[in-house]
């Protein structure tokens, strides 16, 4: 058959197409062979072509959508692929959980089926994620000791009595502690057909096993390392999307920001309210990168940051980084019932966070440091921040610990302060230092930008702490700050934490979370 001749045909060939279930064959698509119609390769293409356009890796903003309702929902086999698995994958964890509860019944020695589960705890998007799995669940990376024989080297009394050499014993029990092995690593029904490993071949094997282990370990943090290096990571994206599609975000545009630390997104907001608040018509979205490195060096904002000191230790990586998007939500929060300009929280899912964008038409507010401000506007801007700085120790209690003309945006003829999930509480052990920095990165850019009434760094610290220190020079100031802290520390250790001596008011924070 000729497709061309048919479709060239007029006349009866027209009414005949009408017909044609296929619909008219397009003449201008046939120059393609057959060997590239079954080219696997160019179905990769294609399949990656179509992913590109649902979720490029860093979008200029001009370029089109990010993540839409529209594109995401049908145009990612991906993606589709994605969330259809994690349904799968949850269904099958229940049934396990159901097999498991019937085969261990009111038995007091369970089995666990914990290894076999598809959802690793913490991957988990459900309520029980926020319990810490490392105190509560069986550790599914560590394999159970197996029991062994008592010290004494046997058991049993008499003529049944079975040493620790005993070759029989000794192989059976080398069978089972196969199951101890990973479980992707086949092991085959050794018990069942009882099979009496020697001690010789089951260290080989065991050698193996976890040598295995540690390369399929590899290769899944290689994975995840370079995918977060460009964007965002699969289960980012996938974070994303479910805000879309749950209408809390209508359209994602584009990154406005990369940094070392996140990757900041602009977006429209969607329709459905959040708690009876409207979203914001344009919002920002702080994405916390999950590549650990960086975040390395800032432990010592959060370990002894006692809101949460009790959590720290104990948690994984994952955590660690949620909680700094959860700590930049919390002091958000107080900044914004204090009234200081700042992104107002539309939502926290795990190291995402949504605010309310500071800008518009999708164009960020411009930091203070790219502003060129007339004196006038210089002025008022010193004075608000002097002003937010106090509003920020007194009535927040929080120093910002980051404060600079980079993290302030010239919005409506206002400074607003964004940038806070590093922002302790005065009376952390270096909280007092962070403010001298934060002071002495104010003072300098607006004695820099010609603003005459300006403090120096050492009046501007006294001004927003309401502390007098007399030094007048950089080291003594520095050291009798450092001397403070010690006190303070030392005076917590003895009357605990709400007889700190220099908090605002020797309250406990007005807006505790
Ligand atoms: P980082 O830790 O990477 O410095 P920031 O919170 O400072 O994170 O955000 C990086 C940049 O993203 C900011 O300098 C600012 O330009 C932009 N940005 C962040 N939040 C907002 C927001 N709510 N509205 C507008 N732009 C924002
Ligand atoms: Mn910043």
Request: hydrophobic share 35%.
């Amino acid at each position: 058959m000729d497709p061309v001749g048919i479709a060239a045909g007029a006349g009866p060939g027209a009414a005949w197409q009408g017909k044609c279930p296929w619909g008219a064959p397009n003449t201008t698509s046939m120059s393609c062979s057959l060997a590239d119609v079954m080219s696997e390769q160019l179905a990769k293409e294609l399949q990656l072509e179509e992913e590109n356009a649902a979720f490029p890796e860093v979008v200029a903003v001009a370029e089109g959508p990010f993540i839409t309702g529209e594109n995401s929902d049908t145009s990612s086999d991906l993606m589709l692929a994605q969330m259809l698995q994690m349904e799968f994958d949850r269904e099958y964890d229940a049934q396990l959980r159901r097999e498991e509860k019937k085969i261990n019944g009111d038995s007091k020695v369970s089995i666990s089926f914990e290894n076999y589960r598809k959802v690793h705890p913490y991957d988990s998007d459900s309520s029980e994620d926020e319990v810490d799995w490392q105190d509560t669940r069986h550790d599914p990376y560590r394999a159970d000791k197996p029991t062994t024989t008592p010290r004494r080297g046997f058991i049993g009394k008499g003529k049944d009595i079975t040493t620790k050499h005993d070759e029989v014993v000794c192989g059976r029990k080398n069978t089972a502690r196969m199951e101890n092995f990973a479980p992707e690593f086949q092991v085959g029904d050794g018990i069942g057909m009882d099979l009496k490993l020697s001690n010789q071949v089951f260290n080989a094997l065991k050698q193996h096993a976890y040598s295995e282990e540690r390369r399929s370990a590899r290769l899944h943090e290689k994975k995840e390392h370079s995918t977060a290096e460009k964007a965002v990571d699969p289960k980012t994206r996938l974070l994303l999307y479910k805000m879309v599609n749950a209408g809390t975000l209508e359209t994602i545009t584009g990154c406005i920001s990369t940094g070392k630390e996140s990757v900041v997104f602009h977006a429209y907001g969607g329709t459905s309210a959040i708690e009876d608040k409207v979203i914001p018509a344009e919002c920002a979205i702080k994405v916390f990168k999950t590549t650990l490195n960086e975040f390395k060096n800032r432990d010592k904002y959060i370990k002894d940051d006692y809101r949460f000191k009790d959590r720290f230790s104990k948690l994984n990586p994952r955590k660690i980084i949620r909680m700094w998007a959860e700590k930049e939500m919390h002091n958000l929060t107080r900044m914004q019932h204090a009234g200081i300009p700042c992104p107002e929280v539309v939502i926290l899912k795990k190291h995402v966070l949504v605010m309310s964008f500071i800008g518009q038409d999708q164009v960020p507010a411009p930091k203070l440091k790219d502003v060129t401000l007339s004196s006038e506007d210089m002025k008022n801007a010193y004075y608000q921040v002097l002003n937010m700085m106090q509003q920020l120790y007194k009535e927040c209690n929080l120093v910002h610990a980051d404060l600079s003309e980079y993290n302030m945006l010239w919005h409506d003829g206002k400074v607003w302060l964004i940038d806070v999930s590093q922002s302790v509480e005065p009376t952390h052990p270096h909280g007092l230092e962070f403010l001298f920095r934060d002071c002495k990165n104010v003072s300098q850019f607006f004695q820099k930008g010609g603003v005459a009434e300006a403090l120096n760094e050492r009046e501007l610290f006294n001004a927003v702490s309401g502390l007098n220190i007399t030094a007048d020079n950089e080291v003594d100031f520095q050291e009798e700050i450092e001397a403070l802290e010690k006190r303070n520390e030392d005076h917590v250790q003895n009357h605990g934490k709400k007889q700190s001596m220099f908090s605002s008011n020797g309250d406990p924070p007005i807006y505790d979370e």
